[in-house]
């Protein structure tokens, strides 16, 4: 069954770091999405992605965050220079064209000390 | 704003038991899914059951099956038959109000279901 994956499962990184966070969306799928998580606490969405732009950002998603789709398969959230409270586990979904269930991938938990 | 409530916080359930989990909504979409993700202690969001809100037969998985109120912006989910595997925090997610959201999800807080052998 097809599913989404991500890259890295940790990633440990210090304050003002750059992080790359990469996902491979289910294949035949058109929107994509970040979700974080901070520990104990409820997902929360960040942005969502299509047709190669950003189709909606929350108030988290500030100019510290950037998303990419480099090339067919990939879909990456790029955070530029971390910050404490960025720790969280970073959920990528996606879902198909007519956007009914978005299947979330493993998760990446980062930590910036 | 979008708002998903879950109001118990904790649920716990004896082995072989069912148990339900709460979950209101508020939104202005006529069309929507609602679902019910499961977190392990992995982290993992696992899709558990989702329910189209145009059909008014509740969705059923196996032993997990819902109960979607329209009207009142209902969505509990029931586990029949507990097993220690279905202890984990357990998400309601509906999708955010208005028409341009690109199908963007709210999540409620969170109910930890323990299951006691």
């Known amino acids: 069954e097809p599913e989404v994956t991500q890259t890295p499962s940790h990633q440990v990184t210090q304050m003002g770091q750059e992080v790359i966070l990469r996902c491979v969306p289910i294949?035949?799928?058109?929107?994509f999405y970040w979700y974080r998580q901070i520990l104990g606490q409820k997902v929360e969405f960040l942005v969502s992605f299509y047709n190669n732009e950003i189709s909606e950002k929350s108030e988290i998603f500030d100019d510290q965050f950037s998303v990419e789709r480099p090339d067919g398969s990939n879909f990456t959230l790029k955070i530029r220079s971390t910050k404490l409270e960025d720790s969280a586990m970073y959920f990528c979904?996606?879902?198909?064209?007519?956007?009914?269930?978005?299947?979330f991938g493993p998760g990446t938990r980062l930590l910036v000390l | 704003a979008q708002t998903v409530t879950q109001s118990q916080p904790e649920m716990s359930v004896q082995e072989a038991e069912t148990v339900t989990l709460s979950c209101t909504y508020d939104t202005s979409e006529s069309d929507y899914y609602l679902f019910w993700y499961k977190q392990p202690p992995s982290r993992q969001m696992i899709l558990v059951i989702r329910q189209e809100a145009y059909k008014q037969q509740n969705a059923t998985e196996n032993r997990f099956s819902v109960n979607f109120q329209k009207a009142a912006k209902s969505f509990s989910l029931k586990i029949s038959d507990s097993q220690l595997g279905d202890a984990a925090m357990y998400f309601c997610?509906?999708?955010?109000?208005?028409?341009?959201?690109?199908?963007?999800?709210?999540f409620g807080q969170g109910t930890i279901l323990t299951v006691h052998p």
């Open positions: 997610a509906s999708p955010a109000q208005g028409g341009t959201s690109y199908g963007k999800l709210t």
């Open positions: 979904a996606s879902t198909g064209p007519s956007r009914e269930t978005q299947y």
């Open positions: 294949s035949n799928h058109l929107y």
